[in-house]
């Protein structure tokens, strides 16, 4: 059974770069015809997809977020990493890592981030 765990920093200053790695147990992230994407979603709103990662390594963004984010893996750990630059308080919110294939799932548990000086 794939399982995915989160982990971060859980408070950031504004400007600085969050940093969020996922650790996917039960299954490869080079499997084919899976990727392994991000999604948060902000206090009040809907989830928002991020981005995400193919077995292959290629890399897919949300056009609202490319200019500031950037995914990748380490395959000796099986995890897969996110970097988001510039945060702002807009970017609080819970992130999730999940799998995708027809579907996304499963997903982590989630971690919070908190933007604040």
């Known amino acids: 059974q794939v399982q995915l765990q989160e982990s971060g920093p859980g408070l950031v200053k504004p400007s600085e770069t969050l940093s969020l790695t996922c650790t996917v147990s039960?299954?490869?992230?080079?499997?084919?015809?899976?990727?392994w994407g991000w999604i948060r979603q902000p206090p009040g709103k809907e989830p928002e997809w991020m981005g995400a990662?193919?077995?292959?390594?290629?890399?897919y963004y949300n056009p609202s977020l490319k200019s500031r984010t950037s995914s990748s893996r380490d395959t000796s750990k099986n995890q897969v990493t996110l970097q988001l630059s510039s945060v702002a308080p807009r970017d609080t919110a819970v992130y999730y890592c999940?799998?995708?294939?027809?579907?996304?799932?499963?997903w982590g548990q989630g971690t919070q981030v908190t933007v604040s000086s």
């Open positions: 990662i193919d077995a292959s390594g290629t890399t």
């Open positions: 999940a799998r995708g294939s027809q579907s996304w799932g499963p």
């Open positions: 039960g299954g490869s992230i080079t499997t084919n015809s899976v990727v």
